[in-house]
């Protein structure tokens, strides 16, 4: 497949067709650019409750981003898109995959999970979740 990047060699403006491979060498930052446009997208769909949202280009741009760089925390946040466009299933994967990268951000991600496993109708994952989740902030919760 081929995309246009720009020739650093040629007049501003001047575009080549190019592999990913080659525009992704030549532009070592391209995936958190992607990551932060889509955070852009979910963030504007989030705050715009009776505006159309832009959440498929928001996946777009994460899909982007993690095709950049596969183990990049942009997992978390196509996961909450999926979350907001009642994606469960795939909300959940991602969330499944950023528990397994990251141990730092596995409270948040429990809890986001959780709230995912609770919109799929999945009770007993999400409290599971909800309750480790809790825990790890407050020892006590789990004994009430």
Do not use: W
């Amino acid at each position: 497949m081929f995309v246009i990047c720009s020739n650093t060699n040629r007049p501003r403006g001047y575009n080549i067709l190019c592999s990913r491979t080659q525009r992704d060498k030549a532009q070592p930052g391209l995936g958190i650019a992607f990551a932060s446009r889509g955070t852009a997208y979910l963030a504007k769909g989030i705050a715009n409750s009776n505006e159309e949202k832009d959440y498929d280009q928001a996946i777009a741009d994460f899909n982007e981003a993690i095709q950049l760089d596969p183990k990049s925390t942009t997992l978390l946040y196509r996961g909450m898109v999926y979350q907001n466009t009642g994606e469960y299933s795939r909300a959940i994967a991602d969330y499944d995959e950023v528990i397994q990268l990251y141990p730092r951000l596995r409270p948040l991600t429990l809890k986001l999970r959780g709230k995912a496993y609770r919109g799929a109708g999945d009770y007993d994952h999400s409290i599971a979740d909800l309750n480790e989740e809790g825990s790890s902030r407050c020892p006590r919760l789990v004994n009430m």
